[in-house]
Protein backbone atom coordinates (compact mmCIF):
# COMPACT_ATOMS: atom_id res chain seq x y z
CA UNK A 1 0.00 0.00 0.00
CA UNK A 2 0.75 3.48 -0.95
CA UNK A 3 1.86 5.79 2.66
CA UNK A 4 -0.14 8.71 1.75
CA UNK A 5 2.19 10.40 4.56
CA UNK A 6 5.11 10.16 2.33
CA UNK A 7 3.38 11.80 -0.77
CA UNK A 8 4.14 15.14 0.20
CA UNK A 9 8.17 14.60 0.81
CA UNK A 10 8.34 12.83 -2.52
CA UNK A 11 6.81 15.18 -4.83
CA UNK A 12 8.97 17.63 -3.07
CA UNK A 13 11.91 15.50 -4.44
CA UNK A 14 10.73 15.53 -8.13
CA UNK A 15 12.21 17.49 -10.52
CA UNK A 16 10.62 20.79 -10.52
CA UNK A 17 9.39 20.75 -13.99
CA UNK A 18 7.20 17.81 -13.63
CA UNK A 19 5.48 19.69 -10.47
CA UNK A 20 5.00 22.58 -12.13
CA UNK A 21 3.41 20.39 -15.46
CA UNK A 22 0.31 19.35 -14.12
CA UNK A 23 -1.09 22.96 -13.79
CA UNK A 24 -0.11 23.55 -17.50
CA UNK A 25 -1.85 20.42 -18.17
CA UNK A 26 -4.93 21.49 -16.41
CA UNK A 27 -4.76 24.79 -17.82
CA UNK A 28 -5.46 22.76 -21.78
CA UNK A 29 -8.03 21.08 -20.51
CA UNK A 30 -9.95 23.55 -19.52
CA UNK A 31 -9.59 25.41 -22.71
CA UNK A 32 -10.64 22.63 -24.77
CA UNK A 33 -14.01 22.71 -22.76
CA UNK A 34 -16.96 23.70 -24.76
CA UNK A 35 -18.99 26.06 -22.02
CA UNK A 36 -15.29 27.85 -21.31
CA UNK A 37 -14.90 28.59 -24.86
CA UNK A 38 -14.41 32.71 -24.94
CA UNK A 39 -14.23 33.39 -21.41
CA UNK A 40 -10.59 34.01 -21.50
CA UNK A 41 -8.97 37.46 -21.00
CA UNK A 42 -10.34 39.78 -23.72
CA UNK A 43 -7.81 43.03 -24.61
CA UNK A 44 -9.92 44.84 -26.99
CA UNK A 45 -13.41 44.69 -28.14
CA UNK A 46 -12.77 42.19 -31.33
CA UNK A 47 -15.74 40.10 -32.06
CA UNK A 48 -14.82 36.23 -31.15
CA UNK A 49 -13.82 34.58 -33.60
CA UNK A 50 -14.75 30.36 -33.50
CA UNK A 51 -11.84 28.09 -32.70
CA UNK A 52 -9.95 26.87 -35.48
CA UNK A 53 -6.59 24.53 -36.33
CA UNK A 54 -4.78 27.76 -34.88
CA UNK A 55 -6.42 27.54 -31.29
CA UNK A 56 -4.86 24.84 -30.62
CA UNK A 57 -0.92 26.09 -31.37
CA UNK A 58 -1.81 29.38 -29.70
CA UNK A 59 -3.60 26.88 -26.44
CA UNK A 60 -0.43 24.92 -26.25
CA UNK A 61 2.08 28.16 -26.58
CA UNK A 62 0.32 29.84 -23.78
CA UNK A 63 -0.39 26.79 -21.64
CA UNK A 64 2.77 24.75 -21.96
CA UNK A 65 5.49 26.71 -21.33
CA UNK A 66 4.49 27.23 -17.95
CA UNK A 67 5.77 23.68 -16.99
CA UNK A 68 9.00 25.42 -16.64
CA UNK A 69 8.03 28.91 -15.51
CA UNK A 70 10.99 28.03 -12.79
CA UNK A 71 13.16 26.49 -14.37
CA UNK A 72 13.31 28.93 -17.58
CA UNK A 73 11.13 31.99 -16.30
CA UNK A 74 12.23 34.17 -19.19
CA UNK A 75 11.49 31.85 -21.82
CA UNK A 76 8.36 30.97 -20.44
CA UNK A 77 7.15 34.28 -20.31
CA UNK A 78 8.44 35.41 -24.24
CA UNK A 79 6.80 32.23 -25.03
CA UNK A 80 3.21 32.84 -23.39
CA UNK A 81 3.83 36.33 -24.50
CA UNK A 82 3.71 35.45 -28.18
CA UNK A 83 0.62 33.02 -27.54
CA UNK A 84 -1.18 35.71 -25.85
CA UNK A 85 -0.83 38.31 -28.65
CA UNK A 86 -2.11 35.72 -31.21
CA UNK A 87 -5.07 34.68 -29.33
CA UNK A 88 -5.84 38.73 -28.99
CA UNK A 89 -4.91 39.49 -32.53
CA UNK A 90 -7.04 36.46 -33.81
CA UNK A 91 -10.00 36.63 -31.19
CA UNK A 92 -9.89 33.39 -29.66
CA UNK A 93 -9.97 34.52 -25.88
CA UNK A 94 -9.27 30.95 -24.66
CA UNK A 95 -8.79 30.57 -21.05
CA UNK A 96 -5.23 29.76 -22.10
CA UNK A 97 -4.68 33.51 -21.87
CA UNK A 98 -4.82 33.48 -17.76
CA UNK A 99 -1.58 32.26 -18.02
CA UNK A 100 -0.09 35.81 -19.22
CA UNK A 101 -0.42 37.10 -15.56
CA UNK A 102 1.03 33.69 -13.84
CA UNK A 103 3.89 33.50 -15.92
CA UNK A 104 4.88 37.48 -15.32
CA UNK A 105 4.24 36.33 -11.73
CA UNK A 106 6.36 33.48 -11.79
CA UNK A 107 9.42 34.92 -13.96
CA UNK A 108 9.46 38.15 -11.07
CA UNK A 109 9.58 35.58 -8.69
CA UNK A 110 12.24 33.24 -10.10
CA UNK A 111 14.01 35.27 -12.67
CA UNK A 112 17.74 35.54 -11.23
CA UNK A 113 18.95 38.20 -14.07
CA UNK A 114 17.83 40.98 -16.19
CA UNK A 115 14.82 41.72 -14.60
CA UNK A 116 14.35 45.12 -15.48
CA UNK A 117 15.33 44.50 -19.01
CA UNK A 118 12.47 41.87 -18.67
CA UNK A 119 9.98 44.48 -18.05
CA UNK A 120 11.70 47.00 -20.60
CA UNK A 121 11.33 44.52 -23.13
CA UNK A 122 7.52 43.77 -22.59
CA UNK A 123 6.67 47.27 -22.01
CA UNK A 124 7.87 48.13 -25.63
CA UNK A 125 6.14 44.93 -27.32
CA UNK A 126 2.99 46.47 -26.04
CA UNK A 127 2.26 49.00 -27.41
CA UNK A 128 2.26 47.83 -30.88
CA UNK A 129 -0.13 45.48 -29.83
CA UNK A 130 -2.45 47.47 -28.56
CA UNK A 131 -1.86 49.45 -31.85
CA UNK A 132 -2.66 46.32 -33.71
CA UNK A 133 -5.52 45.20 -31.96
CA UNK A 134 -6.68 49.51 -32.00
CA UNK A 135 -6.19 49.28 -36.15
CA UNK A 136 -8.41 45.92 -36.06
CA UNK A 137 -11.70 47.56 -35.48
CA UNK A 138 -11.22 47.36 -31.18
CA UNK A 139 -13.49 50.02 -29.93
CA UNK A 140 -11.19 50.30 -26.68
CA UNK A 141 -9.30 53.67 -25.90
CA UNK A 142 -6.05 54.57 -24.72
CA UNK A 143 -7.45 54.66 -21.24
CA UNK A 144 -8.45 50.73 -21.03
CA UNK A 145 -5.28 49.67 -22.60
CA UNK A 146 -3.37 51.79 -19.98
CA UNK A 147 -5.53 50.10 -16.93
CA UNK A 148 -4.60 46.70 -18.63
CA UNK A 149 -1.31 47.66 -18.98
CA UNK A 150 -1.37 48.42 -14.78
CA UNK A 151 -2.88 44.97 -14.23
CA UNK A 152 -0.36 43.39 -15.69
CA UNK A 153 2.53 45.24 -13.93
CA UNK A 154 0.66 44.59 -10.58
CA UNK A 155 1.14 40.79 -11.94
CA UNK A 156 4.63 41.63 -11.86
CA UNK A 157 4.70 43.66 -8.85
CA UNK A 158 3.21 40.61 -6.82
CA UNK A 159 6.24 38.62 -8.10
CA UNK A 160 8.96 40.90 -7.43
CA UNK A 161 7.25 41.33 -3.89
CA UNK A 162 7.36 37.25 -2.97
CA UNK A 163 10.60 37.39 -4.55
CA UNK A 164 12.04 40.12 -1.62
CA UNK A 165 9.54 38.39 0.96
CA UNK A 166 11.68 35.10 -0.25
CA UNK A 167 14.80 36.78 -0.25
CA UNK A 168 14.68 38.32 3.73
CA UNK A 169 13.57 35.04 4.83
CA UNK A 170 16.40 33.29 3.47
CA UNK A 171 18.39 35.80 5.11
CA UNK A 172 16.80 35.50 8.23
CA UNK A 173 17.20 31.31 8.22
CA UNK A 174 21.07 31.85 7.15
CA UNK A 175 21.97 34.10 10.40
CA UNK A 176 19.71 31.94 12.51
CA UNK A 177 21.70 29.39 11.30
CA UNK A 178 25.26 31.27 11.67
CA UNK A 179 23.95 32.61 15.26
CA UNK A 180 23.42 28.59 16.25
CA UNK A 181 26.47 27.73 14.69
CA UNK A 182 28.55 30.39 17.09
CA UNK A 183 26.77 29.49 19.85
CA UNK A 184 27.12 25.70 19.51
CA UNK A 185 30.57 26.37 18.86
CA UNK A 186 31.20 28.57 21.52
CA UNK A 187 29.47 25.88 23.97
CA UNK A 188 31.76 23.07 22.82
CA UNK A 189 34.88 25.77 23.11
CA UNK A 190 33.68 26.27 26.80
CA UNK A 191 33.14 22.46 27.89
CA UNK A 192 36.66 21.40 26.16
CA UNK A 193 38.31 24.66 27.98
CA UNK A 194 36.17 23.23 31.53
CA UNK A 195 37.18 19.35 30.78
CA UNK A 196 41.13 19.74 29.21
CA UNK A 197 41.83 22.20 31.94
CA UNK A 198 41.01 20.84 34.75
CA UNK A 199 42.16 17.73 34.10
CA UNK A 200 45.44 18.53 32.56
CA UNK A 201 46.29 20.88 35.31
CA UNK A 202 45.89 18.01 37.85
CA UNK A 203 48.15 15.88 35.78
CA UNK A 204 50.69 18.81 35.98
CA UNK A 205 50.41 19.50 39.38
CA UNK A 206 50.91 15.43 40.27
CA UNK A 207 53.91 15.22 37.78
CA UNK A 208 55.84 18.00 39.68
CA UNK A 209 55.10 16.47 42.71
CA UNK A 210 56.54 13.18 41.80
CA UNK A 211 59.80 14.96 41.07
CA UNK A 212 60.34 14.65 44.59
CA UNK A 213 58.95 11.37 45.56
CA UNK A 214 61.62 9.32 43.82
CA UNK A 215 63.24 8.69 47.78
CA UNK A 216 59.48 7.51 48.46
CA UNK A 217 58.48 4.62 46.36
CA UNK A 218 55.17 4.42 47.68
CA UNK A 219 54.35 7.66 47.38
CA UNK A 220 55.52 7.83 43.84
CA UNK A 221 53.46 4.79 42.95
CA UNK A 222 50.60 6.18 43.85
CA UNK A 223 51.12 9.44 42.19
CA UNK A 224 51.97 8.52 39.22
CA UNK A 225 48.90 6.23 39.54
CA UNK A 226 47.00 9.25 40.26
CA UNK A 227 48.05 10.75 36.97
CA UNK A 228 46.99 7.40 35.30
CA UNK A 229 43.66 7.89 36.43
CA UNK A 230 43.35 11.34 35.93
CA UNK A 231 44.60 10.94 32.24
CA UNK A 232 42.07 7.89 31.95
CA UNK A 233 39.15 10.53 32.85
CA UNK A 234 40.44 12.65 30.79
CA UNK A 235 39.85 10.76 27.59
CA UNK A 236 36.73 9.53 28.82
CA UNK A 237 35.24 13.33 29.27
CA UNK A 238 36.83 14.26 25.92
CA UNK A 239 34.98 11.17 24.39
CA UNK A 240 31.91 11.98 25.60
CA UNK A 241 32.48 15.94 24.43
CA UNK A 242 33.25 14.84 21.09
CA UNK A 243 30.23 13.06 20.26
CA UNK A 244 28.97 16.48 20.06
CA UNK A 245 30.41 17.12 16.77
CA UNK A 246 29.44 13.89 15.47
CA UNK A 247 26.13 13.89 14.27
CA UNK A 248 25.42 10.28 13.86
CA UNK A 249 25.94 9.68 17.39
CA UNK A 250 22.76 7.74 18.02
CA UNK A 251 22.85 8.28 22.24
CA UNK A 252 22.90 11.52 24.16
CA UNK A 253 25.66 13.13 25.23
CA UNK A 254 27.11 12.32 28.46
CA UNK A 255 26.90 15.49 30.86
CA UNK A 256 28.47 16.20 34.34
CA UNK A 257 25.80 16.91 37.23
CA UNK A 258 26.91 18.22 40.68
CA UNK A 259 26.16 14.51 42.09
CA UNK A 260 29.71 13.94 40.88
CA UNK A 261 31.17 16.29 42.57
CA UNK A 262 32.37 14.02 45.34
CA UNK A 263 34.41 12.22 42.38
CA UNK A 264 35.59 15.73 41.39
CA UNK A 265 36.73 16.56 44.88
CA UNK A 266 38.55 13.10 45.49
CA UNK A 267 40.47 13.83 41.88
CA UNK A 268 42.14 17.40 43.39
CA UNK A 269 42.68 15.88 46.17
CA UNK A 270 44.88 13.36 45.06
CA UNK A 271 46.64 15.96 43.10
CA UNK A 272 47.92 17.34 46.53
CA UNK A 273 45.34 20.06 46.97
CA UNK A 274 43.58 20.05 50.67
CA UNK A 275 39.76 20.65 49.85
CA UNK A 276 37.51 20.50 52.07
CA UNK A 277 33.68 19.62 51.17
CA UNK A 278 29.89 19.81 52.23
CA UNK A 279 27.01 19.60 49.93
CA UNK A 280 23.55 20.59 51.87
CA UNK A 281 20.21 19.45 50.78
CA UNK A 282 19.88 16.60 47.86
CA UNK A 283 20.94 17.66 44.03
CA UNK A 284 18.28 17.12 41.18
CA UNK A 285 18.03 13.62 40.16
CA UNK A 286 17.86 14.66 36.00
CA UNK A 287 21.00 16.51 34.54
CA UNK A 288 20.07 19.94 33.67
CA UNK A 289 21.80 23.07 32.51
CA UNK A 290 21.65 24.13 36.12
CA UNK A 291 23.19 21.50 37.48
CA UNK A 292 26.05 21.13 34.87
CA UNK A 293 26.81 24.54 35.52
CA UNK A 294 27.03 23.84 39.21
CA UNK A 295 29.39 21.24 38.56
CA UNK A 296 31.42 23.73 36.04
CA UNK A 297 31.49 26.47 38.70
CA UNK A 298 33.29 23.93 41.58
CA UNK A 299 35.28 22.49 38.69
CA UNK A 300 36.91 25.78 37.33
CA UNK A 301 37.11 27.01 41.01
CA UNK A 302 39.27 23.98 42.11
CA UNK A 303 41.47 23.85 38.77
CA UNK A 304 42.29 27.71 39.84
CA UNK A 305 43.20 26.58 43.51
CA UNK A 306 45.51 24.32 41.27
CA UNK A 307 47.07 26.34 39.24
CA UNK A 308 47.69 29.27 41.86
CA UNK A 309 47.27 28.38 44.92
CA UNK A 310 48.60 25.04 44.76
CA UNK A 311 48.49 23.42 48.42
CA UNK A 312 46.24 25.82 50.21
CA UNK A 313 42.94 24.76 52.01
CA UNK A 314 40.23 25.07 49.75
CA UNK A 315 36.86 25.14 50.96
CA UNK A 316 33.76 23.46 48.58
CA UNK A 317 30.19 24.34 49.82
CA UNK A 318 27.29 23.51 47.44
CA UNK A 319 23.72 23.96 48.42
CA UNK A 320 20.52 22.42 46.85
CA UNK A 321 17.81 24.61 47.53
CA UNK A 322 13.51 23.81 45.93
CA UNK A 323 14.12 27.05 43.44
CA UNK A 324 18.28 27.47 42.87
CA UNK A 325 21.46 26.14 43.24
CA UNK A 326 23.80 28.27 44.87
CA UNK A 327 28.07 27.50 45.09
CA UNK A 328 30.56 28.88 47.48
CA UNK A 329 34.73 27.86 46.59
CA UNK A 330 36.73 29.57 48.98
CA UNK A 331 40.84 29.37 48.14
CA UNK A 332 43.05 30.63 51.14
CA UNK A 333 46.56 32.32 50.18
CA UNK A 334 49.01 30.82 47.35
CA UNK A 335 50.73 27.48 48.78
CA UNK A 336 54.70 27.58 49.37
CA UNK A 337 54.53 24.82 46.77
CA UNK A 338 52.25 27.12 44.32
CA UNK A 339 53.29 26.83 40.49
CA UNK A 340 51.18 27.86 37.72
CA UNK A 341 50.91 26.20 34.32
CA UNK A 342 49.01 29.34 33.25
CA UNK A 343 46.09 30.42 32.36
CA UNK A 344 43.69 32.80 30.04
CA UNK A 345 41.18 33.84 31.96
CA UNK A 346 38.47 32.32 29.81
CA UNK A 347 37.24 30.03 32.38
CA UNK A 348 36.06 32.47 34.93
CA UNK A 349 34.43 34.35 31.92
CA UNK A 350 32.93 31.47 29.91
CA UNK A 351 31.47 30.65 33.68
CA UNK A 352 29.94 33.86 34.50
CA UNK A 353 28.24 33.41 30.89
CA UNK A 354 26.98 30.44 31.54
CA UNK A 355 25.25 31.30 34.56
CA UNK A 356 24.07 34.70 33.23
CA UNK A 357 21.91 32.88 30.69
CA UNK A 358 20.87 31.00 33.36
CA UNK A 359 19.29 33.66 35.18
CA UNK A 360 21.44 33.27 38.08
CA UNK A 361 24.36 35.66 39.29
CA UNK A 362 28.39 35.01 39.47
CA UNK A 363 30.95 36.38 40.81
CA UNK A 364 34.86 35.94 41.25
CA UNK A 365 37.47 37.51 43.67
CA UNK A 366 39.79 38.54 46.68
CA UNK A 367 37.81 37.59 50.05
CA UNK A 368 37.62 39.29 52.64
CA UNK A 369 40.13 37.42 54.56
CA UNK A 370 42.50 37.34 51.70
CA UNK A 371 42.77 34.49 49.00
CA UNK A 372 39.83 33.93 46.45
CA UNK A 373 36.46 33.22 46.86
CA UNK A 374 34.03 32.39 43.79
CA UNK A 375 30.18 32.19 44.05
CA UNK A 376 27.36 30.91 42.34
CA UNK A 377 23.41 31.27 42.32
CA UNK A 378 21.79 29.23 39.56
CA UNK A 379 18.05 28.99 39.08
CA UNK A 380 16.63 25.30 39.01
CA UNK A 381 17.03 23.57 42.28
CA UNK A 382 16.53 20.19 43.71
CA UNK A 383 12.57 19.19 44.47
CA UNK A 384 11.40 19.34 47.26
Not at 145 to 169: D, H, K, Q, V
Not at 215 to 230: G, K, N, W, Y
Not at 249 to 259: K, M
Not at 309 to 325: F, Q, Y
Request: contains cysteine; aromatic residues 4%.
Amino acid sequence: MIDLRRVPERWRHWDVTVRDLPFALLLVLMSAVPALHHRGTQLGDLPTRPFDALTVMVVALQCLPLAVRRRWPALCLALVSVGFAIDQLRAYHTVASTALPIALVSTALHLAHHRRTAVVLLTVAYVPLAVAIGRSGSIETVADFTTFYLALAIAWGIGAWMRRTRAAEAEQRRHVAEATRTAERTRIARELHDVVTHHVTAMVVQAEAARYLTAAPDRLDESLTAITDTGRRAITDLRHLLDLLNPDHSTEPRLPSVGELHTLVEQTRLAGQPVEFTEDGTPAASTGSAEVAAYRVVQEALTNALKYAHGSRTTVHVRHGEKETTVEVSTEGPGPGSASPGGSGRGLAGLRERVGVLGGEFSAGQGTGGGFVVRARIPGGSPS
